[in-house]
């Protein structure tokens, strides 16, 4: 199990077992902290109580090293922040602790005296860790490569996840692609007691509810936004002063390593400020990185250049082929474990190895979105919402249900008495799914849905047919009275933040033992942030105004005023050009059909609108091709080492 992750820690491996306990650690190390022995793992307590094994990194483990120092003494051996996590759950419990911490990890902690195991995860989710069951043995790790090597893992696909993949193009925690497979929800500590760890759950713990094993919550970002928004910082400039103080102290501790340290930089607001705050403060220039495409619309590498010379960073371009973007593709199914149909996958894994060649950390402006209202479907969606909901829902569904029966050439026909410059592209059916969703929607949540699902108002092709589970339904509980744009922020943060954007960021710098860290998500910023009023963060039609007044105290305005752009690659047209013959064998009806996971001529459909230029069927399509890559690597792959315990992958 260890080996089968040493991508993500190469420099050093421990295994620990107890034989009477049939308990069993497998650690693999990438140092950053404490290069000596002294940092290995799984690492026991000094009082031998417990044993850790522990990914990530705790930035203030200086701070809670001298309140220990304070409190008891300490036979440190080493300065790792290893250390200083297991004495401090020596002294104070698990739980206490985590509270305590400024950091990211993903942990597993054996106690001696009681016979349980906890696991536990950050509070965003940076360091993703999944659980469940192999045969009769509860098994745990940092990537399912891991659990698919012990010798009784024979799980079958979990429908319930393949329908919200084809909806979000992600699969969100709880759920994984296996049945009885689990991802732990950021946030959360599971406790599992050893006389209960063979008795296999038919679905995941429900948080606080009592039992052998149990699942707990020791941070909320919903309590977090919730007390911000009752308690709102009044004055912009109190609120600026307080976000840039509290975000160059997170910079400033995250930017602290015993290997080489640099950041990523996009050119954009979120990664600018980091920059900014970094250069700032630190002793002598830093190392940025970013990647460049020559297909127009996709190069902002241009952007990254001209940040940089401003602020001074020693910066690393990389321009990258279509061909060399195109040879990372066969690599994502090994990388992510389970499909993942996010296409900035493949830039991210790009600009990540240009990284490592230099350092062995860099630091994110991954984020600032989600906490600020950069995204522009916020606006929209909020907007259109507020117009929706004023007419009475029998008759929204009425009118929505009659326009939407007008095929998208009858509306294309309209369009044409435009100029051809300010005809939008594929209006017809873009015109056409406004009324579906004029027609659908009760609420917001199902206009959000019908927004980012691709078969929205359409017949799935997930077979068999079945209903979205629960789980597909975003989470937009804030207090009664919360704005519809918090709401979707908060939703953002709680799913699509960690099982989209931070599973895209950890596996894509993992897979060349590189370490990401994210200032924005340092839960002293996330605190701020929610008692920074959204009039303060989305003014004039565009989101993340204070973040932008806190970069322009530090670089010229000029410098970033551009349209927003997302880390893109253009696959739709290469699915149309050279990667055809590849998209054409993995979407081949034959194949669907022997498979049995997708309704072939739904599937093909899309493809046909897509090729002829009907519909851009873009992501649509690649979450099944994403799927269908994965299954085929699955099917392909070895998996199973003979294991005599229960074991676990700890980084």
Known sequence: MGRAITHRGPDDGGI??????????????????????MGHQPMPSDDERYMLAFNGEIYNHLEIRAELDALRTVAWTGHSDTETLIEAVATWGLEPTLRKIVGMFALALWDHRSRTLQLARDRFGEKPLYYGWAGRDFVFGSELKALRRHPDFTHAINRD???????????PAPLSIYDHIYKLEPGCILTVEATSASQRMASPPIEGQSGDIRLDRYWSYRETMVAGLANPIGNPDEALEELENVLAQAVAGQAVADVPVGAFLSGGIDSSTIVALYQKHAPGRVKTFSIGFAEAGFDEAVYAKEVAAFFGTEHHERYITSREAQDVIPLLPQMYDEP???????????????????????????????????????????????????LPRPLRAALGSCLAQVPPAGWNSLSAVLPAGRRPAFFGTKVQKLFGTMRDCATLEDLVDTFLDEWAGKASPIMPQAPLPALARYDMTLAPDSPDVARMMYSDAVSYLPDDILCKVDRAGMAVSLESRIPFLDHRVAEVAARIPLSMKISGGSGKQILKRLLYKHAPQKLFDRPKAGFAVPVGGWIKGPLRDWAEALLDPRRLHEDGYFEAGLVQQRWRAHLSGEKDSTQALWTVLMFQSWLADASDSVEATPMPLSAAAGR
């Open 340 to 390: 993942f149909a996010d296409s900035s996958q493949i830039p991210t894994h790009l600009v990540s190895r240009l990284a490592r060649e230099h350092v062995t950390v860099a630091l994110s402006g991954d984020g600032g979105d989600e906490l600020f209202g950069g995204y522009n479907r916020y606006i929209a969606t909020s907007r259109l919402w507020s117009k929706l909901k004023r």
């Open 161 to 171: 996840a393949l329908r919200v993949l084809g909806a979000r193009a992600y699969i």
């Open 16 to 37: 620990w077992f107890d034989e009477v306990a049939g308990i069993g650690l497998s650690h693999r190390r990438l140092s950053i902290v404490d290069l000596s022995p």
